[in-house]
Structure formats: C-alpha cells, structure tokens
C-alpha cells in the first residue's frame, strides 16, 4: 500500500515512486557531516519534546496526580505515585532523546539501520567477556577519578555557576536516591529496565551509534570522534561532578566498538556499569553486602585498588583490540 497517492501513469510519478522506495540512498544521505549532525540534533530535540509531554497527559489518567502546572510536583519525592510518575517519565524520555532519534536519523539518512549503528552480531564471545571484566575492573578507577573531580573548584568569577551546578547536583542525587528504593523485586527488575538496559542500548545508539560516526566525518578522524562523541556524551547528563570519568568511560566505549565493530559490546558495557550500581543498591538495602563496596577506589587509602584497576583495565583493553581487530581486520587510522 502506498503511503500517498500517486499517479504512476505519469512519469513524474513513477520517478518519485522509485526514488523514495526503489533506490539504495535518498538525497539527504549525500549531506555533508555538519548537515547530519543539525538534521540529528533537530530530531532529538522534537522526539523529546513529544515523548515528555505524552506524560504530562497520562499523569491524571495513569498515576492519579496533575502534572501540568505543578512546578512543585518534582520535589514530592517521598509521594510513591510521583515517584512512580517520574520514572514513567524518566522512561519516556530515555526513549525520545536516546533511542528513537539515531534510528529515524539512520534510516532517513542511510537506509540500513542496522549496518549504519553497527547493531549486527558479528562480535566474538570472548570480547564480550572482555567487556564485562573491563567494566568490573574499571570500578576503582571510576570511584577515584569521580572523587577527584568533585575536589575541583570553578574560579570566583564563575560562583554562581558553582552554586547551580551543586544545586543540579543535589536534586539529582536526591531522585537518584528515590528511584533506588527497592522493596521488591518486581521494582528491582523495573529499575534494571529503566536505568541499566534503556540507557545502555538508547545512549550507545545515539553517541557511539550516530554522533561518534558524524564526528568521525566530520573531523576526518576516528579518534577526534570517539573523544568529541564522549565529551558530548558526560555533558548530556548535566552533572559536572562527574564529567571527567563519565567522558573517560564515554571514550573506552567509543573504541571498542570501532575495534570490535559492534555497537553490542559498548552496550553491553554501559549496561554492566548501570546495572552493577541497581544490583548493589538492592543488596545493600538488605543487608546483604556493605555499603563500602561503592566506594571502592574513593578513599584516601585504595591506592593500591586504584592502580591495579588502571592496569587491569589497560590490559584487557589491549587483549580486546588485538582478538578484535585480527577477527574483524579493522584499522583504527
């Protein structure tokens, strides 16, 4: 079934037909990279917009509780039907700025989806495994990277910036703290969802998927790419505390998967790195492990926790490079 009419006894017609359903590639994939990331960043902003309103309507019919004009709706964390709101919401967004723009991005602009955000299962068991080690062994390093960048202090100049990027700070970690709340394991299994298996496959799509290849272009150079992609990646979430590890891991993600060629195994390590946070929040809440765990690598004397993280993470990373790039043969130039 055409999607319009048209009129194929014309040959304007059958021209038209043939260029949008028969032909390989469409005018905008002959844009240049700029172009690609205006037309990406239009489609995010949009695909947002939609998918945080569509909440706004369900809020009354759904969770009970009126979400339009109710700026004070957001602070109501101890409430569990704005709780349960919000992480409808957090799930919906996830899904307008993360998932659905690099796929409707693709296939405007390249057709294959699948080939352009790298998402077929072509990568080996053992680069898999790779990628949960590297992301378990990278723990202390992250634990001590985050809390040396939380000892920066922005110039005086810059003190009303501080003060809102604590204040931004704060209100995060208290929703963080929220969401976390875990009494079943129902709400365990809703949290992996929505804050493991949601970001790792919508972020990965977006920043490794998409904006590392248009950097990629439009830099001329992978590596430009991979580390432009990850300092938009650690800026998107607006937590300046934690910038400087969240671009780091942003960047480990970003070669693997031009060495592995699979956007799977970046995937695959977000979602160890989100997943491993819910796992442990849950068993703590129980009594069941020390809250000490997360910060392994935080404290002044894990220095030794430090330093064998950074050389077990260098090491599997190097394992990975070399089973990858001699089962794929791809050239990082």
């Not at 690609?36 to 939609?50: D, F, K, N, P, Y």
């Not at 352009?116 to 495994?129: E, G, R, T």
């Not at 949601?198 to 001329?220: D, H, M, N, V, Y």
């Amino acid at each position: 079934m055409l999607p319009m009419r048209i009129n194929l006894n014309s040959n304007f017609g059958v021209q038209i037909y043939s260029f949008i359903f028969m032909d390989n590639s469409i005018v905008l994939g002959n844009r240049n990279p700029f172009s690609q990331l205006l037309i990406l960043i239009g489609i995010a902003l949009l695909s947002v917009a939609v998918f945080s309103f569509i909440p706004l309507l369900l809020a009354q019919p759904l969770f009970g509780i009126h979400a339009l004009n109710n700026p004070s709706l957001f602070s109501q964390t101890n409430d569990p039907h704005v709780v349960a709101f919000m992480k409808f919401m957090q799930v919906m967004q996830s899904l307008g700025l993360f998932v659905i723009p690099p796929l409707i991005f693709s296939l405007i602009y390249h057709r294959e989806v699948v080939n352009y955000l790298k998402l077929k299962f072509n990568f080996s068991a053992l680069s898999a495994l790779l990628m949960v080690l590297i992301m378990i062994s990278a723990l202390p390093a992250i634990n001590w990277l985050g809390e040396l960048n939380g000892q920066l202090k922005l110039p005086s100049a810059l003190v009303g910036v501080e003060t809102w990027m604590k204040t931004m700070e704060s209100e995060a970690e208290q929703l963080t703290k929220s969401f976390l709340v875990m009494p079943s394991i129902s709400v365990l299994v809703l949290n992996l969802i929505m804050i493991a298996i949601i970001p790792a496959i919508g972020e990965e799509l977006l920043f490794r998927g998409a904006l590392q290849t248009i950097f990629s272009e439009l830099t001329k150079n992978k590596h430009l790419g991979i580390w432009i992609s990850a300092i938009f990646f650690s800026a998107m979430h607006l937590q300046f505390y934690g910038f400087f590890p969240r671009m780091l891991l942003g960047v480990l993600l970003g070669y693997t998967v031009v060495w592995t060629g699979s956007l799977w195994i970046p995937i695959l390590g977000h979602f160890v790195n989100n997943g491993t946070a819910v796992i442990v929040s849950y068993f703590e809440q129980r009594g069941k492990i020390s809250a000490n765990v997360e910060t392994i690598g935080s404290t002044s004397d894990a220095l030794l926790w430090v330093v064998m993280s950074f050389c077990l993470v260098a090491g599997l990373l190097f394992w990975m490079k070399k089973n990858a790039l001699a089962k794929h043969s791809v050239s990082l130039q």
